[in-house]
């Protein structure tokens, strides 16, 4: 059981490195080999819902951001969800300036679901993209976005590239690491599967007969980006990931809204896992097992490592011989099982950032210097948010909670999109960092960066060692064999065996699955555009108020008991879809 206990631990980690490298290069040499946007046969109208609850530091430079996209035939749908500061003055004011920005005012905070499908009501748009009120779009992402849905007519949607954007933190430089070597990385490998288990909620757009074929976003789960992920694959439609749709992000910058953000992430798993469990393991649903048995098994790796964390402070802290022998963990420092896990952990990185780089121009590859932290912090997070949020999960489903509202993590500002464009040409990023030493927190951060290239070397030098060993063996055969020279040729060559072998199986699954599904267009005619008769039926209302709201401008509305639209106030004027060149 022991033996086991450790197996797991060790390998789960090991093999899904070795499958996200695997599954990513795969879809790299594929797929991304364009680099100038598609040629579209037609340019059919698509819809920016932007929902906003509190955020007026940042939402007046996303308007403006995304009317200056070079996609010539959209229009911005922003959702004010129950604000209590400016957003609502701010959105209102943006309207009279921005032709293509109409405003929809929920007069309470319903929850980021409910403004996402209020928003969908508003538009008579083909398509839909969901855009974080935090978030700058790049120009020519819907070209990449639109496209697939024109290759495709069972394309349901198609989740983009999420890029960090502010890096003056610890926290902040990590997670750039772990965008491009997990995020990114996790998704190319389900894509190359078949199923993914999550859109990006910041960047995704949606077929709007997909949506309503599934009923649109739940207002009740924590995760909606989960939720409907799920809804759409198990009705047979596709999700696909377009790396070249880039989307710059803003993420957490400190612990505490950190460990919010991940909570909530691993309690929206969870839920998805349990509402759906019943109908994903069915044999007509089989491409979604993989996704299931992934999540669940790595919810059993979770909380086996906490369960050896309690172990090592158990063995450590408890009087010698009042802890059971069996579950002795004297040390949590990493041996030659840890140093094979954080070479793979850094393989893994450099993959993700070389991938990667090339929709930044930014030099990814310095920040290798913080990957190190991942296994040490985010692997631990992980597992903690996880431990946490499934006995959390478990309470809220028994109660029931009608509206998952939602609250914006505290993140920095954005002053305006050339800041962006100027940062990334002129920024050099070490010289600005050791120019902020003087603050404590930065002077912290910079004791911390020493301590991790420390751990590098504590890290790298046994694989250097070992081989500068093989070497030497293989030039000095006769002086450097014996006993136990041997046994150190056989541990790590059953390492090596190991990770070929595990490469060899998934490289084939992958390919033959690519080979058995990707090719296959099981949904040969595409859904007709969604009327205001269907919509008014699915939410419950007549369809002169669809109608209505579809031509306003600005509009005010609450939901009743039974989740239905009440419409308050409607300003006439009819959205002018004029692209780009109104928005200069």
């Known amino acids: 059981m022991e033996l086991l206990f450790f197996v797991f631990i060790f390998f789960y980690p090991l093999f899904m490195a070795v499958y996200w490298i695997t599954g990513s290069l795969l879809f ?43 996609y010539p035939n959209f229009e911005i749908v922003a959702i004010n969800d129950g604000s209590t500061d400016n957003t609502g003055a701010i959105l209102d004011e ?47 992402a819907l070209f990449w976005m639109v496209k697939h849905f024109q290759d495709g007519p069972r394309v349901g949607a198609v989740t983009g590239n999420p890029r ?6 610890l926290l902040g430089r990590v997670q750039i690491g772990e965008f491009s070597a997990i995020v990114g990385m996790v998704k190319r490998t389900q894509r190359s599967v078949g199923r993914v288990f999550t859109v990006s909620g910041v960047n995704a757009m949606f077929r709007v007969a ?27 439609w ?5 790396p070249r749709a880039v989307t710059w992000i803003l993420v957490p910058e400190d612990f505490k809204a950190l460990w919010k953000q991940r909570l909530r992430w691993a309690q929206g798993g969870y839920e ?37 964390v309690v172990c090592w402070a158990a063995t450590n802290t408890l009087p010698e011989g009042s802890w059971p022998e069996l579950l002795r963990v004297p040390t949590m420092l990493p041996g ?21 780089r090339q929709y930044e121009k930014r030099g990814l590859l310095k920040h290798m210097f913080w990957a190190i932290w991942y296994p040490a912090i985010y692997w631990f997070l992980s597992a903690a948010t996880t431990v946490v949020a499934v006995p959390k999960g478990m ?29 990334r040409k002129k920024e050099d990023h070490r010289s600005s960092f050791w120019k902020m030493i003087p603050n404590p927190k930065k002077a912290l951060e910079a004791a911390i960066m020493v301590v991790s290239w420390t751990m590098w070397v504590y890290l790298v030098v046994p694989i250097v060692s070992l081989l500068l060993w093989a070497s030497g063996v293989f030039l000095f055969m006769d002086r450097m064999i014996n006993p136990a020279s041997y046994a150190a040729i056989l541990s790590a060559y059953g390492y090596i065996v190991a990770i070929v072998a595990m490469w060899c199986a998934l490289a084939g699954w992958i390919i033959w699955n690519q080979r058995r599904y990707g090719r296959r267009n099981r949904r040969s005619a595409t859904f007709p555009a969604v009327s205001i008769e269907q919509m008014g039926s699915r939410l419950g209302i007549p369809a002169i108020e669809v109608e209505r709201v579809r031509l306003g401008k600005r509009i005010s509305l609450h939901l009743d008991e039974a989740d239905r639209p009440v419409i308050e106030s409607v300003a006439p004027g009819s959205v002018v879809n004029m692209g780009s060149a109104a928005a200069t």
């Open 164 to 169: 960090v954007v502010n890096n003056r933190s």
């Open 28 to 70: 790299y040499f594929r797929w991304e080999g364009q680099r100038t946007p598609p040629q579209l046969s037609s340019h059919p109208l698509v819809a920016l819902l932007v929902p906003c609850h509190n955020e007026e530091t940042s939402v007046r430079d996303v308007i403006r951001q995304i009317a200056a996209n070079d």
């Open 395 to 423: 309470m809220k489903r028994r109660q029931r909670e009608k509206y998952a509202r939602w609250v914006s993590p505290v993140r920095a500002l954005i002053t305006t999109p050339q800041w962006l464009v100027d940062r």
């Open 272 to 308: 998805a896992a349990v509402k759906f469990g019943s109908d994903i393991f069915r044999w007509e649903n089989r491409r979604m097992w993989i996704v299931g048995m992934e999540y669940w098994v790595s919810v059993l790796w979770c909380y086996a490592l906490m369960f050896t």
């Open 238 to 242: 596709d999700i696909r990931f377009e």
């Open 94 to 140: 943006l309207a009279s300036q921005v032709p293509q920005l109409k405003v929809v005012t929920l007069t309470r905070n319903y929850g980021k679901a409910a403004a996402l499908r209020m928003g969908v009501m508003a538009t008579s748009a083909e398509f839909a993209m969901c855009i974080d009120a935090d978030a700058l779009l790049e120009k020519d």
């Open 210 to 236: 997909a949506l309503h074929d599934v009923g649109y976003w739940s207002s009740e789960t924590v995760t909606e980006d989960i939720d409907i992920s799920w809804k759409l694959q198990l009705r047979r």
């Open 336 to 356: 030659w099982t840890g140093v094979i896990l954080a070479t793979a952990c850094l393989l893994q990185f450099t993959v993700g950032l070389l991938i990667d």
